[in-house]
């Protein structure tokens, strides 16, 4: 049976009970520290100061702490599981106490380093950030209603998480509070949970009932963490059963290619969506680093687009700059678009000044293009795709076609290999635009005299 401080103090109390000695007493402290420690997650040295040494914290056989570099109290508690915990610990009125924060890396080491610091001015000022936060939920009973729960968990944690809350506020609203709102907390049970994700992947959206699997993991999470609840009833529901990702094969042939672009072009869409779909097949960007793309970032003459903010990696959980070299096409759409934007700071403008156009923007735009086509279904994003394989058939430099995909090498080589083939990624951008203008400028000829065609064939 695993230990705990209760059964620690009782089977140590028996020593005292048999014998009231100055022995049996010290035999008593070390019983109980020796007990205690096997229990306790274990300083061992280790040390984190960036997110990637975060990674690089293993879970192992015993929980242990890491703490961070700048010797401030905030440490990780990790695991046996792999779970990583942020705790604040410090001394109060000559007593150690500690904060569970929360978990990594839903709260990121820059967030923990602010809410550390926020605590540690409650300290300074006389305060116990540890006795606030249980009077703080003192009388937020285990009966709560979840829907009550839901909505303060949207405003403690993911409104201070996620720039960009509207997804999860949607699965809140329209997918978890009508199948659990109404039941208290401590009620909810896994055939509730279950219920909630098999309802999503009834409609057809396997991936999205996922996604509420792991809202719904970190809310529990979150609510343990509270004492509201005993367990996470979402632990039980393995991810494998309720979405398995499928790696995705669809690619543009050079027919395909030819008739879509034709087919977008020739259309009514609007100007500034079909060269955005455009240089999505020509730079091989993401669409999310295309619609916040800002001119600030673009340099003409060094013929250079910077992207200082791509999508986070899905290993590292951290985003990498990237250069895009531009080629003579590339510059001209680009002159264009700018002819369109005026004063605006973004190259695909919003609705309202300031702003840059919707994340579904450019899929509504495709979607139409394709609708008018006999084209089997593909998405944008399967764009780079086609760039990737068309170059690798031409010959190019594998690895410069990685690094024009912004890919982090893996392996030994990804250790060793830190060069980023610059002169081969100038020559293979403007090699892949001619080649895509080779394919559809002519059928296109009208849409390309509106803008410098003599430039762009």
């Not at 984190?48 to 192992?60: S, W, Y």
């Amino acid at each position: 049976m695993k230990a705990t401080k209760q059964h620690i103090s009782v089977s140590c109390s028996k020593v005292l009970y048999k014998d009231k000695s100055w022995l049996a007493t010290k035999t008593f402290i070390f019983i109980y520290a020796m007990q205690l420690k096997k229990i306790m997650p274990v300083d061992n040295g280790y040390t984190f100061g960036t997110p990637r040494e975060i990674e690089a914290l293993k879970p192992q056989e015993k929980r242990y702490m890491a703490k961070d570099k700048l010797n401030n109290g905030l440490f990780l508690d990790i695991k046996p599981t792999g779970r990583k915990v942020w705790v604040y610990r410090y001394s109060f009125n000559r007593k150690q106490e500690r904060l569970t924060i929360g978990n990594y890396p839903d709260i990121s080491l820059k967030d923990a380093r602010e809410i550390r610091n926020e605590n540690a001015t409650k300290i300074a000022k006389g305060i116990s950030p540890q006795q606030e936060n249980k009077k703080a939920y003192k009388g937020y009973s285990k009966t709560v209603l979840f829907v009550e729960y839901g909505e303060r968990y949207y405003s403690e944690v993911i409104k201070k998480d996620r720039k960009n809350p509207k997804t999860m506020f949607m699965y809140l609203h329209n997918d978890i509070f009508p199948m659990l709102g109404h039941l208290p907390i401590s009620d909810i049970g896994i055939e509730h949970i279950r219920d909630t994700i098999w309802r999503k992947k009834e409609q057809g959206f396997d991936a999205s009932a996922n996604q509420v699997k792991g809202l719904l993991k970190r809310m529990f999470d979150y609510a343990v963490t509270l004492g509201l609840v005993e367990f996470n009833p979402v632990l039980a529901i393995p991810t494998r059963h309720v979405f398995k990702a499928k790696a995705r094969e669809r690619y543009l042939s050079i027919d395909e290619i030819r008739t879509f672009y034709t087919t977008l072009l020739n259309s009514r869409i609007y100007k500034p969506r079909k060269l955005g779909i455009l240089l999505s097949l020509l730079t091989l960007l993401r669409k999310s680093e295309l619609l916040r793309a800002k001119w600030e970032h673009i340099d003409f003459e060094k013929r250079v687009w910077l992207v200082p903010e791509t999508k986070a990696d899905s290993k590292t959980g951290y985003s990498r700059e990237m250069v895009v070299y531009l080629s003579d096409q590339i510059i001209e759409i680009l002159k264009e678009l700018k002819t369109i934007a005026g004063d605006e700071p973004y190259v695909f403008v919003g609705r309202q000044r300031g702003t840059h156009i919707s994340h579904n923007a450019f899929n509504t735009a495709q979607k139409s293009a394709l609708a008018l086509t006999d084209l089997p279904p593909f998405t944008i994003h399967d764009l780079r795709r086609t760039a990737s394989t068309h170059l690798n058939e031409q010959g190019f430099n594998g690895d410069a076609i990685e690094k024009c995909l912004n890919h982090v090498m893996t392996g030994v080589r990804g250790v060793y290999n830190k060069a980023e083939y610059e002169k081969e990624r100038i020559e293979l951008m403007q090699k892949w635009s001619n080649f895509i203008f080779s394919i559809i400028f002519e059928p296109n000829l009208i849409f390309f005299n509106e803008f410098k065609p003599k430039k762009l064939g």
